[in-house]
């Protein structure tokens, strides 16, 4: 049986097609592209217009590309509009919810071994793996479709986490990425109440301490993204007592330097209580590295908040800014006003932001100069440090090893 995974859309996307991929490689199938394979599974995405335009178009391609093949479609675009996909061929489209995937595959080629666990390492996997651990968004930020197509905020129990990054450890993986649609939501009842983030974090510390080779450090974790309102005082007390084994980095999405936009893209937080947490944080660990996205022209933004956005980023010192010109999405709030940023002016303003963080970059990294970190060989010379950024490997190391290196 031969398959392909057509992936679009977010980090979390990328993790979830992984696990589509390990698991019809457990059943006994063969990686190839979609002209030859049997079964295809496309992933989509719907967060703006232009994306639900991609998905719709890849969807296509594939159709055409093997007219035998049977094509399992899910992800986000399906749960706002699943006819539309079903439509392209009612015989050979078969529509999924991300938890009914495994099911639609038993059907369609056969169930996994009993008691046989997937996992994505390998050959076609990423040397840094990701555990998805949490989906679902009860926040209702007003450009974003994503808490309508992924349902409310939703948390994997701890000890299928655990389970499953045990086994990661002991084949060998380095990193691991924790991974979910509002990451920090994650929460699970236990005898002494309710468990957060941080105490999921120290117990895989606790449970993969001893899993390494002689001379060699234990796998560490890295948060992949964290909302600012759930960075708590015992995650970051953890970070620091953990001495890298939680990478010293966060993607902490921002989106708007300015309070009143953030009011209106309903965020629930200030441009104020950002910067006193970054403040917070670096102060906890100086090195932090803190990476961050940020929307361009959402409705109504004037010059003077573009730039009290701009001013904030390089008070925050980002290493790394996810620039994202506002882009329309139906269905939500922010689409429905009348006060458009016009295109050429959203698109200089992305221009500017992204040359603010192309030297914001280079300032984070001239300031780690001469220091070491721990840093995940990703290919053959070429690795990336705890702090994020891409650096040369040192000769001779293997490919998944953790190695120090001089910045």
Known sequence: ?????????????????????????????????????????????????????????AVRQVLRANPS?????????????????????????????????????????????????????????RTRVGVKVQDGCNNACTYCIVHVARGRASSRPAQAVISECLALAREGVREIVLTGINLGSWRERGENG?????????????????????????????????????????????????????????HLPLQSGNSKVLREMHRPYSAE???????????????????????????????QEFNDTVELAKRCRFTKIHVFPYSKRQGTPAAERVDQVEPAVRAARAKRLREVADALRAQQLSGRAGTTELALVEEAGQAMTESYFEVPAPQNARVGQLVAVSL
């Open 1 to 57: 049986m031969n398959f392909a995974i057509v992936n679009l859309g977010c980090k979390v996307n990328r993790v979830e097609s992984d696990s589509f991929a390990s698991g019809l490689l457990a059943r006994g199938g063969l990686e190839t592209g979609p002209d030859t394979a049997d079964v295809v599974v496309v992933n989509t995405c719907t967060v703006t217009g232009e994306a639900e335009k991609k998905t719709r178009k």
């Open 194 to 250: 309710w468990g957060r983030l941080d105490a999921l974090l120290e117990r895989l510390l606790a449970e993969t301490a001893d899993i390494h080779e002689v001379d060699e450090p234990p796998c560490r974790f890295r948060i992949s993204s964290i909302e600012p309102r759930d960075v708590s005082d015992e995650l970051i007390s953890l970070m620091v007592r953990s001495e890298g084994r939680i990478c010293r980095h966060l």
């Open 69 to 125: 093949s049977n094509v399992v479609v899910t992800g986000c675009a399906v749960a706002i509009d699943a006819d539309a996909f079903t439509s392209m061929d009612p015989a050979r489209v078969h529509i999924a919810g991300k938890l009914q995937v495994d099911d639609v595959l038993d059907r369609l080629v056969g169930p996994i071994g009993h008691g046989t666990m997937p996992l994505a390492i390998g050959d076609g996997f």
């Open 273 to 303: 209580y950002f910067e006193e947490l970054v403040a917070k944080l670096y102060t906890a660990m100086p090195m932090l590295s803190l990476s961050t996205d940020i929307i361009c022209g959402f409705p109504g933004e004037t010059d």
